[in-house]
Nanobody, 122 residues
Framework: QVQLVESGGGLVQPGGSLRLSCAAS????????MGWYRQAPGKQRELVAT???????NYTTSVKGRFTISRVNAENTVYLQMNSLKPEDTAVYLC????????????????WGQGNQVTVSS
């Protein structure tokens, strides 16, 4: 059974940094694209970043230049490095797997992590 276990969230001041990790198990990690979503209270879930098996990345406009998604296949782990955090980045962040090696806009995840709270506040 596929499991995605996230860690690394918490409370940080504006301008600070956090790194989220998502450890995958139960399948061959290296053949699937991965992504991070977020959901803030009262807002729709938003796709933040994706990474293909070849390392091609996509970001939503609001995080470009501040967030970096990466993967280490030998560790079955995908990361989200978040810098210059803003209060509007406050949300539950969810790791997701796509049933394809490359992300496409019409793809929906087939597995989700449990979610990890990130709060940006002074």
């Amino acid at each position: 059974q596929v499991q995605l276990v996230e860690s690394g969230g918490g409370l940080v001041q504006p301008g600070g940094s956090l790194r989220l990790s998502c450890a995958a198990s139960g399948s061959i990690f290296s053949i699937y694209a991965m992504g991070w979503y977020r959901q803030a209270p009262g807002k729709q879930r938003e796709l933040v970043a994706t990474i293909s098996v070849l390392g091609r990345t996509n970001y939503t406009t609001s995080v470009k230049g501040r967030f970096t998604i990466s993967r280490v296949n030998a560790e079955n782990t995908v990361y989200l490095q978040m810098n210059s955090l803003k209060p509007e980045d406050t949300a539950v962040y969810l790791c997701a797997r796509f049933a394809s090696g490359a992300w496409r806009p019409d793809l929906e995840p087939d597995y989700w992590g449990q979610g990890n709270q990130v709060t940006v506040s002074s």
